[in-house]
């Protein structure tokens, strides 16, 4: 009990000047364009020079004790009027100085212009004037094309044995491939994933193969999940890769306690979380933003929004201004993303990833897609939105298209290469579910390993009584799981 109590002492002790509220946050720029109009952006406007802010502490991102709460006068009474003294009253609250005024004002529900979205390259895939962007190497963009490119053969592949029968169930990343693919191109290996279940993109970055995917959809003896996991709910400590959960926005609390022991590891990391917007519609991602910014743990929270969370658009789901605008309530950098234009990815997450690890900031990303496949095999998606609707993003807003046409444009690709990797990866893909389809499946044993070091006595006779059921009732079992 002693040590017990000695351990909570230094945790409090560690917390205590990090528990506060944050300052408030003062903007001096108006937003010049609506999310209708992609322009080029920055992170929020009071973030435009850190540094600055620090130095004039026009923004507060530092928590503050309870110093005083009295009113201090702040213009001397040989300046002003006995009227004008008591209006100029300030209190020192825990959120900084608050003003006093005599007008009754109400903050308005939202600003009368969106928060623009920041964007390199536009629908043809050139460059926007006066763009500043980190240049990549041509390796690093080659590998982002054929990463985005491999997912999307993969996932109608995929698809299409689902429809045949050869797996349950799968998800599709269709229209989405660069949020994935250019984030994990920014960050680094070291730092922890905690996604949805439509990043498959990250794991291709990091290495995972065409027939570890396969294995795991198949749920055979090589499947690292050993058959547990619903298909596309993969996980992987080789990669900092956590288990995708079905349940939406529960990952997102998990990622901040994950950051917050990074940074009192004095680790050179930070965690990353997927969502999409309907996970905002959850708690669990207002309690994540809120622990985040008091804890200032390095946790960058990457929001896929694509308009819809299964058939509820987002004008049902909030009135605010999208996502963004509530990284800001909850005193969070944010910054709006044209989630179609891969080279606006990269940068807006290596910017995010320096501020998280070196300032010890969380960071926003709202990356405004589309989904343009259904939302799961499950799924009939015609039944809720427009068919020419659907058609116009997979045809004009493409992702890869896109991309591709930047990286030709660079000359670090052609047509023949485009031909040769379509044809290989498809080759690959089909001799991965030949092989997952010839592997038997985990034994019924591994229902019950790796939870317990000994098995209790309770899990040892419910393996026994499903072994006797499997052989008393043969034909109702599948015949290639081992018993």
Not at 31 to 55: G, M, V
Not at 110 to 116: D, I, M, T
Not at 422 to 447: C, G, M, W, Y
Not at 474 to 482: G, T
């Amino acid at each position: 009990m002693a040590a017990y109590l000695l351990k909570s002492k230094n945790l409090i002790n560690h917390l205590k000047p990090r528990i506060g509220l944050f300052g408030s946050i003062v903007s001096d720029c108006s937003l010049s364009s609506c999310l209708t109009h992609y322009q080029k952006s920055k992170f929020d406007p009071n973030l435009r020079n850190p540094d600055e802010i620090s130095r004039i502490k026009s923004t507060l991102f530092v928590p503050r004790r309870f110093e005083s709460v009295r009113a201090e006068k702040q213009l001397s009474s040989h300046d002003v009027d006995d009227d004008e003294k008591e209006n100029s009253q300030v209190l020192e609250f825990p959120i900084g100085k608050v003003t006093f005024s005599p007008e009754m004002k109400f903050e308005a529900e939202s600003s009368e212009q969106c928060v623009p979205c920041y964007r390199i390259l536009d629908d043809n895939g050139q460059p926007i004037a006066h763009s500043n962007f980190i240049e990549l190497s041509e390796d690093v963009a080659v590998k982002m094309y054929i990463n985005m490119l491999t997912l999307q053969i993969m996932d109608t592949t995929f698809y299409e044995a689902q429809r045949q029968g050869r797996i349950s169930f799968y998800v599709t990343s269709t229209g989405e491939e660069a949020i994935t693919v250019a984030s994990a191109a920014a960050l680094r290996i070291d730092d922890v994933i905690f996604p949805q279940y439509r990043e498959p993109g990250v794991l291709l970055w990091r290495g995972f193969t065409l027939q570890q995917f396969t294995n795991q959809l198949f749920g055979n003896k090589d499947d690292y999940g050993k058959g547990r996991q619903m298909p596309v709910h993969i996980g992987t400590n080789k990669l900092n890769y956590f288990t995708v959960a079905s349940t939406i926005a529960t990952q997102i609390p998990h990622a901040v306690g994950a950051a917050y022991s990074l940074r009192m590891d004095k680790k050179n990391a930070c965690a990353v979380t997927y969502f999409g917007d309907g996970g905002t519609s959850e708690g669990d991602f207002h309690a994540a933003l809120n622990f985040a910014a008091v804890t200032e743990s390095p946790v960058i929270f990457i929001c896929r929004n694509n308009g819809w969370a299964i058939s509820t658009p987002v004008s049902d789901q909030f009135r605010s201004d999208g996502v963004v605008v509530k990284g800001r309530a909850y005193g969070v950098r944010s910054i709006r993303v044209d989630g179609n234009d891969a080279l606006a990815i990269y940068n807006a997450v290596s910017a995010a990833r320096k501020m998280a690890i070196e300032e010890h900031k969380p960071v926003l990303l709202e990356a405004l897609t589309y989904r343009v496949g259904h939302h799961t095999t499950s799924d009939d998606s015609t039944k809720y939105r427009p068919a020419d609707e659907i058609e116009f993003w997979r045809t004009k807003r493409d992702p890869i298209t896109r991309f591709r046409k930047w990286v030709q444009q660079n000359r670090w690709w052609s047509d023949e290469a485009e031909s040769e990797l379509r044809n290989n990866i498809r080759k690959q893909i089909v001799q991965a579910i030949q092989n997952a389809e010839r592997l038997e499946k985990p034994s019924v044993t591994e229902l019950f390993t790796d939870v317990y070091d000994a098995l209790p006595l309770n899990l040892r006779e419910q393996e026994s009584s499903l072994r006797e059921t499997v052989r008393r009732h043969p034909q109702d079992y599948p015949p290639d799981v081992p018993v």
